[in-house]
């Protein structure tokens, strides 16, 4: 089966500015995740998604990031504007959902803040 | 609050020689735990996963982890390490099978010398 796919695989802005990664998540997979994994730190969630509801955003930096997931398959995240702070490998993970299997990670975005 | 600790940042290991990986966690309830690789500018892969009953639970690529909750610990172990093991492996702990609300902990950065 094809995997979670992401893109762009790198991405450099400056900052105030704004940007925007896309995830397509593997055929059927109910719950999407957004994690924001810094060098030298584990993935940390950023949101979940149930179909296209969202289940948990309570780390995300809502004044300036936001997700969504039309129609419950792809989804998007934007940072608006970006922080230096921002910099950070951004992974998407789907799984089946519920108790019905672990995640699978796309290859993630890199994003350097300039 | 959930939390693991990987105490070792950096572990060179030669070939051939055997692999232990610390991972000690906090839970309040029944841990469900997972162990993850990621090889640079990839994604994680799961490695293996521990739910309920035996113990010692086995993984692919010939790693295995056991859960002791005496120790509330769960370490990952490999008999003979190859050089392409050589990536960062992440311990992760999650209030269900379906890896909801997954906890990372920092990771081990793993230099295998040939």
């Known amino acids: 089966e094809a995997g979670v796919a992401q893109s762009p695989r790198y991405k450099i802005i400056e900052k105030r500015q704004s940007v925007a990664f896309w995830c397509n998540p593997i055929s059927g997979h109910a719950t999407l995740y957004w994690y924001q994994q810094i060098l030298g730190q584990g993935p940390k969630l950023l949101i979940q998604f149930q179909n296209n509801g969202v289940v948990d955003d309570s780390q995300l930096p809502k004044d300036r990031f936001s997700a969504e997931r039309l129609k419950g398959v792809d989804s998007t995240l934007k940072i608006q504007p970006a922080k230096l702070e921002d910099s950070a490998v951004y992974l998407c993970?789907?799984?089946?959902?519920?108790?019905?299997?672990?995640?699978?990670f796309g290859d993630g975005t890199r994003l350097s803040i300039l | 609050a959930q939390s693991v600790t990987q105490p070792d940042i950096h572990i060179t290991v030669s070939e051939g020689a055997s692999l232990e990986l610390r991972c000690n966690y906090s839970?309040?309830?029944?841990?469900?735990l997972f162990w993850y690789v990621q090889s640079p500018g990839q994604g994680l892969q799961l490695l293996l996963k521990y739910f309920s009953g035996d113990t010692l639970v086995q993984g692919i690529k010939g790693f295995e982890a056991e859960f002791k909750r005496s120790q509330s610990s769960f370490n990952l172990r490999k008999p003979s390490v190859h050089w392409s093991d050589a990536a960062e492996y992440f311990c992760a702990v999650g209030p269900s099978r379906g890896g909801n609300k997954l906890t990372f902990g920092t990771g081990t950065q793993l230099k295998v010398e040939l």
């Open positions: 993970a789907s799984s089946l959902g519920g108790d019905r299997g672990p995640q699978h």
């Open positions: 839970y309040g309830a029944t841990p469900y």
